[in-house]
């Protein structure tokens, strides 16, 4: 079956973190998808418009929402990188194909839930973690978002308020930069954050998303030392 393609238009673009911007588009007639799901967009090479690739975006909108919207981390050079800061702009047109995926929320289990994040590998759980409170979930969910210093960190009102408003909801902070500590953060990663809450780690059902090397290490600490069964770990590496 032909994977569907759409054309949708950027409707706003703002850099919210160091090397983190947030895209907002229309979103197309007829598109819907469950949250944890990605798209492939159309970028162009900057020097030849015609040699054309595609990257990878998560969606962090829910279905519900009128437009879609994605985050974006910044490497030096990268082809998307370069296309979001010197070409993207409000009305720039884009192809996308999708939905695709398969990093989606198990509902059936009955274990809490533990978000890990690092970057825009929050991308995905916005739009997850927003169901799963509007749906009535009651089971506890925690947020483990991870980044080097303060200047990388976006979302957090978001998320605080999530944390007000819902009493099974916690959001947690790791900030890997221990030269600094000027915040009331976990000064550590992410894999540090967990070893120090004492959590019953095999009782929790893990959804993890951001760089490769977090990913492996979470991997092999579930396995090997958390006890946790295969069923229960859920990945997205941002390769
Ligand atoms: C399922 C999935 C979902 C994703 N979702 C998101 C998301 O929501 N948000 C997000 O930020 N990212 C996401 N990613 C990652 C994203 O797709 C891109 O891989 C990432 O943004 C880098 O793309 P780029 O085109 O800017 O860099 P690329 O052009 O792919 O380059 C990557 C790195 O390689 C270097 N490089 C490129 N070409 C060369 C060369 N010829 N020689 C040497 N070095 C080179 C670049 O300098 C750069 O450091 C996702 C990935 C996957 C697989």
């Known amino acids: 079956m032909p994977v569907p393609s759409y054309h949708i238009t950027c409707t706003r673009k703002e850099l919210i973190a160091r090397d983190v911007y947030e895209l ?17 967009f159309d970028i162009p090479l900057i020097e030849n418009e015609k040699d054309i690739q595609t ?33 993207l702009q409000e009305g720039t047109d884009v192809r996308i194909q999708g939905p695709f995926g398969n990093f989606l929320v198990d509902q059936k289990t009955m274990k809490d839930y533990v978000f890990i994040a690092t970057g825009t590998g ?27 210093h303060t200047a990388d960190l976006f979302w957090t009102e978001k998320f605080l308020e999530l944390e007000r408003t819902y ?34 780690l095999s009782q929790k059902n893990f959804y993890v ?28 590496a941002y390769i």
Not at 122 to 148: K, N, W
């Open 24 to 40: 907002s588009f229309t979103k197309p007639e007829g598109f819907t998808f469950i949250p944890g799901k990605f798209v492939l």
């Open 55 to 87: 990257r990878a975006l998560s969606i962090a909108s829910r279905p519900e929402e009128s437009e879609l919207l994605f985050l974006v981390k910044l490497v030096p050079g990268g082809r998307l990188s370069r296309w979001i800061v010197e070409v």
């Open 122 to 148: 929050l991308a995905p759980f916005l739009p997850q973690i927003e169901s799963l409170l509007l749906q009535g979930e009651t089971r506890t969910i925690d947020l483990v978002f991870g980044v080097r």
């Open 167 to 200: 009493s099974n909801f916690h959001v947690h902070i790791a900030l890997s930069d221990k030269e600094k500590n000027d915040h009331p953060h976990f000064c550590g990663r992410v894999q540090e954050l967990l070893h120090a809450k004492q959590w019953e």
């Open 209 to 236: 998303c951001g760089s490769p090397g977090m990913i492996k290490d979470i991997k092999e600490l579930c396995l090997s030392s958390w006890n946790v069964p295969k069923a229960d770990l859920h990945f997205e």
